[in-house]
């Protein structure tokens, strides 16, 4: 596993068990059961597998903690390294496997424990295995949403890597082209570069000028991201990419637009610069104590009150162990819910916006920030997402 230097692993572990057994003792639980692989990762330290599907359910490892507990218990997975003691692994995907689960939680947590989890597994819930119980995703949620100096560390050092792998890629999106090719070379410079966790599939798009273009979406907004495949890319494309890359668990976030072949023209220079005023309000306001709604509100007002980033996303997300986690502001969940969302030190936000002219195309970046004392710093090399042909 690759670790930055300056990350001591071992202390940014001790000090998110530490935030963990806070939230408990404030909700007054006894034990947790965590079955969603990024919580299992930030409580004991133990990477989310990148496995197929039906391999990642039957073999995921399982984490509980235990109020009170200097160290939690991971069942199954590979404790080597890590700060949590070892158990049998457990099958939560299988009736056979509940009596087991349920004897190996209570002697961790005890016979009465005030038990709660985050997530229910069919044989779970048809065996009573804490059925009534607390849900525990908002507990461990708001023990991840401040980060550490070290996870900071680990965010910025992914996003770094990720830059890098995709100025590689960019190099590669050339006329005629194929996707896997341009993939190959995203891949290479990662492995090349020690980072052995792609997180998701990078996206490399070309997007319609036109919405009725197509393909058709529910919100009738621009449909990205779609299918992958293996297109052939052409002069003059206009290339929406996406990709994450993991460092120690921590995930990054890279968004552009790129021409396939040429300079932007003069029109698709335009949205970039409606996309950098969007950009440029969202940033004059970005400090502890404001809300998610005050950044929308400014996002808006910006690009002259349209609604300058996707239906079905948002203005910007939470990033941690997970690519895109609370908090989340521009939601369908509306603007009372973004007025909840409080910025506080530690946090660390991916802003996405993305501006659309129909007829010429959009553009679409991201930046990742945290947030400090008095402001924000920008992770990850800075301003970077001028516009540039592939």
Known sequence: MLVPEGVDFDRMCRERHARIQAEMARAEVDALVLLHQPNVTYATGHPVAMADVSHSLSEAPIAVVVAGDDHPTLFGGDPKGLRCKPDEAVRPTLDEEMGRMRAQVAAAAGPTARVAVDWWTGPMLRHDLWRDGIDASALIGRARRIKTADEIACIEAAQLQNN???????AALVPDATRGDVVAAFLSCLLENGVDTNLIDPIFQAMPRSIADGPRTTTGDVAFPTGVGNPIYHQGDLIWVDSGVDVCGYASDFGRTWVCGRQPNAAEQALFERWRAVMAAVHERIAPGVTGQDLTVAAVEAADGTKPWLDHFYLFHGIGVESAEYPMAGTDNGPEADARIVLEPGMVI?????????????YRAEEIVTITDSG???????????PFAA
Do not use: N, S
Not at 164 to 170: N, R, S, T, V
Not at 353 to 358: C, L, M, S, T, Y
């Open 376 to 386: 924000y710093r920008v992770l990850g090399g800075g301003h970077t997402y001028a």
């Open 164 to 170: 890098a792998a995709m100025e590689q890629a960019a």
């Open 350 to 362: 991916v802003l996405e916006p993305a501006v659309w002219r129909d007829g010429v195309g959009g």
